[in-house]
């Protein structure tokens, strides 16, 4: 009989990781958005490319590189000393940072789209109505933006519910403190608890199912009401 305590456990810290984690993405996410989506500089691409480089890198050379910062010889263990601590490695904390790291391109990217499928005219409609730029952004850029914040956000919370390698690298194995939802799946399979991987494994389809079959429900209903 399988401990549903033991197989909560991993759930409910992935559950708090992608919460937190697509919070601090759209904060982070939507500045950067903006200013790719906006600037007339010719060095953003080289910006964009430095965004998305998680799509492109093994999560290993990710979570290594990430691990050397978040370590006690990096800027991560500096921070981590104010407050007492040796690394913010293997923390919560230093899964936040990692996840935030390794699924920023996937909410920048719809958010920046969303930004530059609007045009320059719904702007200079505000200006001319006296509005400041920062207004502006609130009132008129942000509602017209609002499907590429929930494909965004979306995409953000079930890419961090289904991390692996960049978890494992900054993480390890911790129960109660790291041990995610995916790094518990691949422990019971390493073990041959057969039962508690099927659990697992099945709850992370029908949830990405779930996510997936809401998304296009919402982009649907957001369109129709756009039109």
Do not use: C
């Not at 919460?19 to 759209?26: E, F, G, I």
């Not at 502006?136 to 933006?145: D, E, N, Y």
């Not at 194995?173 to 991987?197: F, H, K, M, Q």
Request: aromatic share 10%.
């Amino acid at each position: 009989m399988p401990d549903f305590a033991e197989l909560w456990s991993p759930v409910r810290l992935t559950l708090i990781l992608a919460a937190v984690t697509t919070l601090v993405l759209l904060v982070v996410a939507t500045p950067i958005a903006w200013w790719l989506a906006r600037s007339p500089a010719r060095w953003k691409e080289a910006v964009a490319a430095i965004v998305a480089l998680p799509l492109v890198l093994p999560p290993t050379v990710l979570g290594f590189y990430l691990l050397i910062l978040l370590g006690p010889d990096g800027p991560g263990g500096w921070i981590a000393s104010l407050g007492g601590a040796r690394s913010l490695a293997f923390t919560f904390t230093g899964l936040v940072i990692g996840s935030v790291v390794y699924s920023l391109p996937f909410v920048v990217q719809p958010i920046r789209n969303a930004f530059e499928a609007m045009g320059d005219r719904p702007l200079e409609v505000a200006a001319t109505l006296r509005a400041g730029p920062w207004d502006a952004f609130w009132s008129v850029a942000v509602p017209l933006a609002r499907r590429g914040f929930l494909t965004g956000a979306v995409l953000g919370f079930a890419h961090t519910m289904g991390e692996f390698g960049v978890i494992l690298m900054i993480g390890g194995n911790i129960p109660g403190e790291t041990r995610v939802l995916s790094i518990a799946i691949y422990d019971y399979v390493e073990t041959l608890r057969w039962t508690e991987a099927h659990l697992l494994a099945g709850g992370m389809v029908a949830f990405a199912f779930t996510v997936i079959l809401a998304m296009l429900v919402l982009e649907k209903r957001i369109g129709r009401a756009r039109s």
